[in-house]
C-alpha cells in the first residue's frame, strides 16, 4: 500500500460522487450533461474563498511592487496549470519572464509527460526551490488539490523559513499544505465525476483562482487601464492590432491616429495611451511611467498636473 493512501482515500476530491453512478452506461449526451452540470458548481465553490484570494492578491501586488516574484509551485495537473499561468504573465501583462515562475515536480519535461513519482519527494521539493533562492519580497504559491504532496509542502516549508510569504491553493480543508501557508485558499469542489480525477472540477478551480491572483495583482499594479491589458507588447500583426485597438477605445482617437502614436513611442501602448490622454511627449510620458512603475492611470494623472 502506498504510504499515505488512507488519509488520500478519505479526502472530498477521492469520493465516489453519486451524480455520475453507472457513467460508462450513459450517451455521450449524457455524460456531457453530468460534467457539465458538476462544473456549475465549481465557481460557487470559489465564491466562498474570494476573501482569502483578495488578501492573496494584495500580498501579491505589494511584493511585486517592492521588485520581488511570485514563484508557484505544484505537481501534475496542478504544476501545469501553474505553469500555464506564469507564461501566460508576459505576453498578457508586458512582464519580465522572472517575475512570474513555475516549478513543477519532474522540471519542465513533466509538461508533456507524466513524472508523477516526483511528488512523493520532500528533498526534490526543496531542491527545487532553493534553486530559485526564494527570500522576504517573493510570494511562493503551492498548488495541490489534496493538500497533502510532500514535494509542494515542502517547498513551501522551505520558502517560509527563507522568509517568502505563502499562499496555498488546495481543495480540501485542513490539509499540510493549507497549514504551511500564510494565507490558505480553500475550494471544496468535492467529489469528482471520474472519482480522484483532480484534473476536472479541482482543475478548474486552480485555473479560476491562479487567473484571478495574477490578474488581480498585476490590475492593481496598474498594468490594466479600465478593463484594458495596456501593457500588451504589440510583438507580431495580431498584437500590434490588438495595441491599435486598446489606445483606439482607451482614447477615443481614430484608428490612423493611434498607429500613428504607437509608431512614434516606439511600440509602447503605456506610452502611447499617455501620450494622448495628457497631450505630452512620448519621452515626457515614458519619463512619467518609470516614476509611478508603470502604473499606467497614475501616470496619466501626474502627466494631466504637468
Same mark, same amino acid.
Given at each position: =500500500?502506498?504510504?499515505?493512501?488512507?488519509?488520500?482515500?478519505?479526502?472530498?476530491?477521492?469520493?465516489?460522487?453519486?451524480? @455520475?453512478?453507472?457513467?460508462?452506461?450513459?450517451?455521450?449526451?449524457?455524460?456531457?450533461?453530468?460534467? $457539465?452540470?458538476?462544473?456549475?458548481?465549481?465557481?460557487?465553490?470559489?465564491?466562498?474563498?474570494?476573501?482569502?484570494?483578495?488578501?492573496?492578491?494584495?500580498?501579491?501586488?505589494?511584493?511585486?511592487?517592492? +521588485? %520581488?516574484?511570485?514563484?508557484?509551485?505544484?505537481?501534475?495537473?496542478?504544476?501545469?496549470?501553474?505553469?500555464?499561468?506564469?507564461?501566460?504573465?508576459?505576453?498578457?501583462?508586458?512582464?519580465?519572464?522572472?517575475?512570474?515562475?513555475?516549478?513543477?515536480?519532474?522540471?519542465?519535461?513533466?509538461?508533456?509527460?507524466?513524472?508523477? /513519482?516526483?511528488?512523493? /519527494?520532500?528533498?526534490?521539493?526543496?531542491?527545487?526551490?532553493?534553486? =530559485?533562492?526564494?527570500?522576504?519580497?517573493?510570494?511562493?504559491? +503551492?498548488?495541490?488539490?489534496?493538500?497533502?504532496?510532500?514535494?509542494?509542502?515542502?517547498? =513551501?516549508?522551505?520558502?517560509?523559513?527563507?522568509?517568502?510569504?505563502?499562499?496555498?491553493?488546495?481543495?480540501?480543508?485542513?490539509?499540510?499544505?493549507?497549514?504551511?501557508?500564510?494565507? +490558505?485558499?480553500?475550494? $471544496?469542489?468535492?467529489?469528482?465525476?471520474?472519482?480522484?480525477?483532480?484534473?476536472?472540477?479541482?482543475?478548474?478551480?486552480?485555473?479560476?483562482?491562479?487567473? =484571478? #491572483?495574477?490578474?488581480?495583482?498585476?490590475?492593481?499594479?496598474?498594468?490594466?487601464? +479600465?478593463?484594458?491589458?495596456?501593457?500588451?507588447?504589440?510583438?507580431?500583426?495580431?498584437?500590434?492590432?490588438?495595441?491599435?485597438?486598446?489606445?483606439?477605445?482607451?482614447?477615443?482617437?481614430?484608428? /490612423?491616429?493611434?498607429?500613428?502614436?504607437?509608431?512614434?513611442? %516606439?511600440?509602447?501602448?503605456?506610452?502611447?495611451?499617455?501620450?494622448?490622454?495628457?497631450?505630452?511627449?512620448?519621452?515626457?510620458?515614458?519619463?512619467? #511611467?518609470? @516614476?509611478?512603475?508603470?502604473?499606467?492611470?497614475?501616470?496619466?494623472?501626474?502627466?494631466?498636473?504637468?
Amino acid at each position: =500500500m502506498r504510504k499515505g493512501s488512507k488519509t488520500l482515500s478519505g479526502l472530498a476530491t477521492e469520493q465516489l460522487n453519486p451524480a @455520475s453512478a453507472e457513467l460508462d452506461r450513459k450517451s455521450a449526451l449524457e455524460i456531457a450533461r453530468v460534467i $457539465n452540470a458538476e462544473d456549475t458548481k465549481v465557481a460557487a465553490a470559489v465564491k466562498q474563498a474570494l476573501p482569502k484570494i483578495a488578501a492573496a492578491i494584495d500580498l501579491i501586488a505589494d511584493s511585486l511592487r517592492k +521588485g %520581488g516574484r511570485l514563484i508557484y509551485v505544484g505537481t501534475g495537473t496542478s504544476g501545469r496549470i501553474a505553469a500555464l499561468d506564469a507564461v501566460e504573465c508576459p505576453p498578457t501583462f508586458g512582464t519580465d519572464p522572472r517575475t512570474v515562475q513555475f516549478i513543477i515536480a519532474g522540471g519542465p519535461k513533466a509538461l508533456a509527460a507524466a513524472v508523477e /513519482s516526483n511528488e512523493d /519527494s520532500r528533498k526534490l521539493g526543496e531542491r527545487a526551490i532553493a534553486e =530559485m533562492k526564494p527570500g522576504k519580497k517573493d510570494v511562493v504559491v +503551492g498548488i495541490a488539490a489534496s493538500g497533502r504532496t510532500p514535494f509542494t509542502i515542502a517547498a =513551501m516549508r522551505y520558502a517560509r523559513r527563507k522568509g517568502a510569504k505563502t499562499v496555498a491553493v488546495v481543495c480540501n480543508p485542513n490539509s499540510a499544505l493549507e497549514k504551511a501557508a500564510h494565507i +490558505g485558499i480553500v475550494i $471544496n469542489t468535492g467529489s469528482e465525476v471520474i472519482s480522484g480525477s483532480t484534473r476536472m472540477k479541482a482543475g478548474t478551480a486552480q485555473k479560476l483562482v491562479l487567473n =484571478m #491572483l495574477s490578474s488581480g495583482a498585476f490590475t492593481r499594479l496598474g498594468y490594466v487601464y +479600465g478593463n484594458l491589458m495596456v501593457n500588451v507588447r504589440p510583438k507580431n500583426v495580431k498584437l500590434a492590432a490588438r495595441g491599435v485597438t486598446i489606445l483606439q477605445e482607451a482614447a477615443g482617437v481614430s484608428k /490612423s491616429q493611434a498607429r500613428k502614436t504607437l509608431d512614434a513611442a %516606439g511600440g509602447s501602448v503605456p506610452i502611447a495611451l499617455v501620450t494622448l490622454q495628457a497631450r505630452v511627449s512620448p519621452n515626457e510620458a515614458e519619463r512619467i #511611467l518609470k @516614476s509611478v512603475d508603470g502604473h499606467v492611470r497614475q501616470a496619466i494623472a501626474l502627466a494631466r498636473k504637468r
